[in-house]
T-cell receptor, first 110, second 112 residues
Framework: KAGVTQTPRYLIKTRGQQVTLSCSPI?????VSWYQQTPGQGLQFLFE???????NKGNFPGRFSGRQFSNSRSEMNVSTLELGDSALYLC?????????FGPGTRLTVL | QKEVEQNSGPLSVPEGAIASLNCTYS??????FFWYRQYSGKSPELIMS????GDKEDGRFTAQLNKASQYVSLLIRDSQPSDSATYLC????????????FGGGTRLMVKP
């Protein structure tokens, strides 16, 4: 099976802009979670989607949002970008008990 | 506040030695425990999962869980330079769905 794919892999934006990141889970996986990884805060949970419904949300401002489509693909959006949003954004898809991470999208905010 | 704590390291061991990585967690409502390995510039990959007290072995890796002490560890036998990476401990909690709470990671360096 193909692994989790994320696009784009790298992105450079300026403050105030908005960005949309995409994730395609492993075939057959219906749960998709998003995480942010920064040197200072480590890996932090953003949100989880299952069957197009958000099941759980981490402690991030409302500028961070997401959605899931009927084919389980997911997108996350960050509006009004801030310098502190520069991070590696990781998507993970889950089978019965294990989450598998994609390669991530490296976002740089200038 | 659910916390997962790891020594940031670096933990340096010679090639062929046993590397011992430790993790403590703060909430007794924890459910599942995972060890991920992350090479620099790459995404985390699952090494081991453990759900009940005791030891679980998979090749050179052994995970140990002690829920009473809120402690989980990972032993790497016959350490190789290719094992040099950051090892992340992650926990899921009851009533938190599939959310993984990660420790800060321990950087392991295996010297030839």
């Amino acid at each position: 099976k193909a692994g989790v794919t994320q696009t784009p892999r790298y992105l450079i934006k300026t403050r105030g802009q908005q960005v949309t990141l995409s994730c395609s889970p492993i075939s057959g996986h219906r749960s998709v979670s998003w995480y942010q990884q920064t040197p200072g805060q480590g890996l932090q949970f953003l949100f989880e989607y299952f069957s197009e419904t958000q099941r759980n949300k981490g402690n991030f401002p409302g500028r961070f949002s997401g959605r899931q489509f009927s084919n389980s693909r997911s997108e996350m959006n960050v509006s009004t970008l801030e310098l502190g949003d520069s991070a590696l954004y990781l998507c993970a898809s889950k089978d019965t008990d294990t989450q598998y991470f994609g390669p991530g999208t490296r976002l740089t905010v200038l | 506040q659910k916390e997962v704590e790891q020594n940031s390291g670096p933990l340096s061991v010679p090639e062929g030695a046993i590397a011992s990585l430790n993790c403590t967690y703060s909430d007794r409502g924890s459910q599942s425990f995972f060890w991920y390995r992350q090479y620099s510039g790459k995404s985390p990959e699952l090494i081991m999962s453990i759900y009940s007290n005791g030891d679980k072995e998979d090749g050179r890796f052994t995970a140990q869980l002690n829920k009473a002490s809120q402690y989980v560890s990972l032993l790497i036998r016959d350490s190789q330079p290719s094992d040099s990476a950051t090892y992340l401990c992650a926990v899921t909690y009851n009533n938190a769905g599939n959310m993984l709470t990660f420790g800060g990671g321990t950087r392991l360096m295996v010297k030839p």
